[in-house]
């Protein structure tokens, strides 16, 4: 199909329709992660009798180190051989992660399946953001982060409910798997049938917005240079980005377990892995909006001290009320952060780079993942479970405030 420059619109009204699909498209992406959140340390424990936590937590230092890297990889791709093929590419790869979580003899093939999610994860979620990004333009993009989010996290957190009271009823595998099925045969569908290329809009965007800023042609050694250290805002941008999915690590591989270890039901246990991510997901549509209103830095900074506030109350807490608290607050100040830190990259980066800068972005951002949950891991090991909740506690603090310091308002008045 051949689109004309006269037939290209910016915005989210303008191409409504294909940026509910991409949602809907992303809501399944999410829904893949969420199929982990709540079971998995179980499985460790109960079907391969790992103790260790550092060897427990290695299923989400692979999935991070892949999705990481594969972040980087998707931004370059999706330049240069368009959106669309790269989110179908993210969905094939898929296709195993659900079977070996079901039927995997070891804890190996437990790993393994992370290696294919993680790459699946950075080819899928990394193309449904530079493709909302592409289609709305510069004006609401803060609002499109956050639906964007929106739909992965709330799917991540009813997926997430879904596999712990399927775990409650028929066991921990492989039934609570069987629902990943049904999400990469949706995904891939969605995506091949229906989901259309948007390069041709930000063509379109450079010609209209950025006519007078002529050619901005970067090396791709230049754009990581500026997006990691040299450039003041991208850089802190990924900064806090990368301790944002630390503690997100943290609390994916760490938080169950300390449920567990007051006394939680496997039912609760799923009931608070799903709290934290839907407070998340669903506080994103206000919080993607308000940073188009009131600018980016302050939500950014604000978000990570509450995140902070929430790990702390949880390695306090000893009741469901106490962790329900805390993941709350948890919920709250990382719908601050997330859709903001997107837009922001959106605000500073050139639409002919933009795509590429996203990828360095997520690529910081998603080793978060690996370090926080080697960290984590470590920390237990050595000195306890509290200890390790406390030191993610106060590098999150000390995240948003050198943010507060270092960073400049990005937002375009």
């Known amino acids: 199909m051949t689109f004309h420059a006269t037939a290209i619109r910016l915005g989210l009204r303008a191409n409504l329709g294909q940026f509910l699909l991409l949602l809907l498209v992303n809501a399944f992406v999410g ?67 659900p079977f070996l979580l079901m039927w995997g003899p070891d804890w190996d093939w437990i790993v393994a399946a992370n290696l294919f999610l993680g790459i699946s994860q950075g080819l899928t979620w990394s193309t449904t953001v530079i493709m909302k990004i592409d289609l709305v333009g510069p004006q609401r993009r803060g609002l499109a982060m956050g639906l964007n989010e929106f739909s992965g996290y709330v799917a991540v957190a009813g997926s997430a409910l879904a596999t712990g009271w399927v775990a409650a009823q028929y066991g ?34 450079v010609k209209v917005h950025h006519a007078h800023e002529g050619a901005a042609v970067l090396s791709q050694r230049e754009i ?63 919080t993607g909006a308000l940073s188009d209103r009131v600018g980016r830095k302050w939500l950014i900074v604000g978000g990570m001290v509450l995140q902070a506030f929430g790990i702390a109350l949880t390695a306090l807490a000893d009741a469901f009320s106490g962790f329900a608290t805390g993941a ?17 990259i959106g605000d500073v980066a050139h639409p002919t780079w933009r795509a590429s800068a996203v990828g360095v972005y997520r690529l910081w951002r998603d080793l978060g993942y690996a370090v926080g949950a080697l960290l984590a891991g470590l920390t237990t090991d ?32």
């Open 172 to 205: 921990l595998r492989p039934q609570p798997f069987y629902l990943g099925v049904g999400y990469v045969a949706a995904g891939l569908l969605l995506s091949w049938l229906a989901v259309r290329e948007t390069r041709h809009h930000v063509t379109h965007e």
């Open 382 to 413: 050595r000195f306890g479970l509290s200890a390790a909740i406390w030191l993610v506690a106060v590098l999150t603090l000390l995240s948003g405030l050198g943010a507060a310091v270092r960073m400049g308002e990005t937002r375009k008045r």
């Open 224 to 286: 990581f240079r500026r997006t990691s250290l040299s450039d003041r805002n991208l850089s802190s941008i990924s900064q806090v980005g990368l301790i944002n999915n630390l503690n997100d690590g943290m609390a994916w591989g760490l938080f169950p377990l300390a449920f567990a270890a007051a006394g939680m039901t496997l039912t609760q246990i799923g009931m608070l892995a799903a709290l934290y991510p839907a407070v998340w997901g669903v506080s994103q549509i206000f």
């Open 328 to 344: 709350v607050l948890l919920g709250l100040g990382t719908a601050m952060v997330y859709p903001t830190l997107l837009a922001a």
């Open 31 to 97: 829904a893949m992660v969420g199929l982990e959140r709540s079971i998995l340390p179980a499985i460790a424990e109960q079907d391969f009798h790992i103790l260790a936590r550092t060897a427990i937590l290695s299923f989400i230092v692979v999935f991070g180190i892949s999705k990481a890297f594969t972040n980087y990889v998707a931004g370059r791709l999706s330049d240069r051989f368009g959106r669309k093929h790269v989110l179908v590419a993210g969905w094939l790869t898929a296709i195993p992660v």
